[in-house]
């Protein structure tokens, strides 16, 4: 199976502070990567879809990049609605749909 | 609007049984396929079951493959997990969501229910 690793597990960042996640596949995955948000007690919130598409709705200070085996979720300006956790996820092998083991992004 | 609502979560003892529904609305149901992904207190997103539209294409996780069945009623637009001989390790929230096949990814979630083993 492929595993995903996420780097940092946990980071504490500043309002306004530029934020990169990244997120590495154990094989190529092409661009089958999503990103996902959660906060506490809620459901995650899809976020970006083929590693650099953003879903509707999502602000655009949310970005993604990279194909293969390396992915990065970057956060141009954070926000306070943006401390959360992050996943990401890839579907190449579908089922199952790995997932990361989460970034928590914390306030400074 | 896409809504699902999972039910069916609650307090049970190790080795028995309990079944979860998720009920769909606001969109087609039966063309889309389907998972329960759980996440146990503290801890990440583990997928657990998947679906096809149809119902005739199941997938298991190995951590629940003998245990637990997935099932749907597309007349009921609704999704089922039945979980037997649950132990310590399934005390987690599960969340039903959809499975988008254009963008391979899961688009809509549940917002959970909460299964707790313990005696």
């Known amino acids: 199976d492929i595993q995903l690793t996420q780097s940092p597990s946990f980071l504490s960042a500043s309002v306004g502070d530029r934020v990169t996640i990244t997120c590495r596949a154990s094989?190529?995955?092409?661009?089958?990567l999503a990103w996902y948000q959660q906060k506490p007690g809620k459901a995650p919130k899809l976020l970006i879809y083929?590693?650099?598409t953003l879903q509707s709705g999502v602000p655009s200070r949310f970005s993604g990049s990279g194909s293969g085996t390396d992915f990065t979720l970057t956060i141009s300006s954070l926000q306070p609605e943006d401390f959360a956790t992050y996943y990401c996820?890839?579907?190449?092998?579908?089922?199952?749909?790995?997932f990361g083991q989460g970034t928590k992004v914390e306030i400074k | 609007e896409v809504q699902l609502v999972e039910s069916g979560g609650s307090l049970v003892q190790p080795g028995g049984s309990l079944r979860l529904s998720c009920a769909a609305s606001?969109?087609?149901?039966?063309?889309?396929?389907m998972n329960w992904v759980r996440q146990a207190p503290g801890k990440g997103l583990e997928w657990v079951s998947y679906?096809?539209?149809?119902?005739?294409?199941?997938y298991h996780a190995d951590s629940v493959r003998g245990r637990f069945t997935i099932s749907r009623d597309n007349a009921k637009n609704s999704l089922y997990l039945q979980m037997n001989s649950l132990g310590a390790d399934d005390t987690a929230v599960y969340y039903c969501?959809?499975?988008?096949?254009?963008?391979?990814?899961?688009?809509?979630w549940g917002q959970g229910t909460l299964v707790t083993v313990s005696s």
């Open positions: 969501a959809t499975y988008n096949s254009s963008w391979y990814v899961f688009d809509y």
């Open positions: 679906i096809s539209g149809s119902g005739r294409t199941i």
């Open positions: 094989q190529g995955i092409s661009s089958y």
């Open positions: 606001g969109f087609t149901f039966r063309s889309y396929e």
């Open positions: 996820q890839h579907l190449s092998s579908y089922p199952p749909g790995t």
């Open positions: 083929a590693a650099s």
